[in-house]
């Protein structure tokens, strides 16, 4: 036997029906196609519901969990990063404009 789809008999190709293991997805996607609105506003435009055009799955409802705070780094360090970042973009726009002297700066 291949492993293509085998059609029992007594089934028509019409009115046969198959399922895949996306539907539950494709069906959340289809539901969230028509968004849910809460009337409009003075001006006519729609007014928006809160999370309910989530698709089930894409969202996580979960509060955010802390993160782990950011390492911390010496003024003079910081200050060494930024001069180098600075010299770079001199001497990238010196570059393009031609200037050899703005590159010894």
């Known amino acids: 036997r291949s492993g293509l789809p085998q059609r029992r008999p007594g089934q028509s190709g019409a009115g046969a029906s198959w399922s895949s293991p996306a539907d539950s997805?494709?069906?959340?996607?289809?539901?969230?196609?028509?968004?849910?609105q809460a009337g409009t506003t003075a001006s006519g435009l729609p007014r928006r519901v809160?999370?309910?055009?989530l698709v089930p799955g894409t969202a996580s409802l979960?509060?955010?969990?802390?993160?782990?705070?950011?390492?911390q780094i010496s003024p003079?360090?910081?200050?060494?990063?930024l001069s180098s970042f600075q010299?770079?973009?001199?001497?990238?726009?010196?570059f393009t404009r031609g200037d050899e002297?703005?590159?010894?700066k």
């Open 25 to 36: 997805g494709f069906q959340a996607a289809q539901a969230a196609a028509q968004p849910a």
């Open 50 to 53: 809160p999370k309910a055009n």
């Open 62 to 71: 979960a509060e955010p969990q802390a993160t782990s705070p950011a390492p």
């Open 76 to 81: 003079e360090r910081l200050r060494s990063r």
């Open 87 to 94: 010299q770079g973009v001199r001497q990238g726009r010196a």
């Open 101 to 104: 002297n703005e590159e010894d």
